[in-house]
């Protein structure tokens, strides 16, 4: 059963517009999400994160949305940049357990068009 | 501190052989995750260990394969008898005990290609 899911397998927009990057879950335990970027041949590298106690969290280009009630979250770029071309993982986790393992969705490969 | 360290990062073995990995976690991390990554999909867990301790392994992990990390720092993963089916990327993470517990640190990998 696929608890994180990317439905896109791949978005492709223009430098300088918006990227907008979806996720879903089903596990209600889930109380922490992440996003990670990824590039070929390289390990994940964590991009931003947001806690189920708030709605949206914000670093400089990128914003995380998170709908609770939909248990949807969405991972704004804005403005787009070719070199945010990569492949970009939805993760969540639950913080009452005590592994915190990750569980990642499929990913969504993204690419800026210049 | 450079990061969490992986060794081999490419790896070409013939089936039925053994293949040993090995992660360097970054040092004051006391958590350390293995994962795995086959084409079109997102990384799977595969086993966490707090310190030395091994407390958790996925069913995924079969008995073909083992994990251990010695005196809480570094970590090997072992699979023996290698089937192509085993063909992926291995992920180490590792991560504190602090705030930011849930945030894993990843190392770049070790690409297994099973002949």
């Known amino acids: 059963d696929q608890q994180v899911k990317q439905n896109s397998p791949s978005l492709s927009v223009q430098e300088g517009r918006i990227s907008i990057l979806n996720c879903d879950y089903t596990?209600?335990?889930?109380?922490?999400f992440l996003w990670y970027k990824k590039y070929p041949a390289e390990g994940p590298t964590f991009l931003i994160s947001?806690?189920?106690?708030?709605d949206k969290n914000e670093d400089g280009r990128f914003t995380v949305f998170l709908n609770k009630s939909a248990k949807h979250l969405s991972l704004h770029i804005v403005p787009s940049q070719p070199g945010d071309s990569a492949v970009y993982f939805c993760?969540?986790?639950?913080?009452?357990?005590?592994?915190?393992?990750?569980?990642f969705g499929k990913g969504t490969l993204l690419t800026v068009n210049p | 501190d450079t990061g969490v360290s992986q060794d081999p990062r490419h790896k070409i073995t013939k089936r039925g052989q053994n293949v040993t990995f090995r992660c360097d976690p970054i040092?004051?991390?006391?958590?350390l995750y293995w994962y795995r990554q086959t084409l079109g999909q997102g990384p799977e867990f595969l086993t966490y260990?707090?310190?030395?301790?091994?407390?958790?392994k996925s069913r995924l992990l079969s008995d073909r394969f083992s994990a251990e990390r010695p005196k809480g720092s570094f970590s090997t993963l072992e699979i023996q008898r290698t089937e192509q089916g085993d063909s992926a990327m291995y992920l180490c993470?590792?991560?504190?005990?602090?705030?930011?517990?849930?945030?894993?640190?990843f190392g770049s990998g070790t690409r297994l290609t099973v002949v």
């Open positions: 993470a590792s991560s504190s005990s602090g705030g930011d517990r849930m945030l894993h640190t």
């Open positions: 596990n209600s335990m889930f109380d922490y």
């Open positions: 947001i806690s189920s106690i708030k």
């Open positions: 993760a969540a986790t639950g913080s009452g357990g005590s592994n915190y393992k990750l569980t």
């Open positions: 040092s004051e991390h006391n958590r």
């Open positions: 260990f707090q310190n030395e301790a091994q407390l958790e």
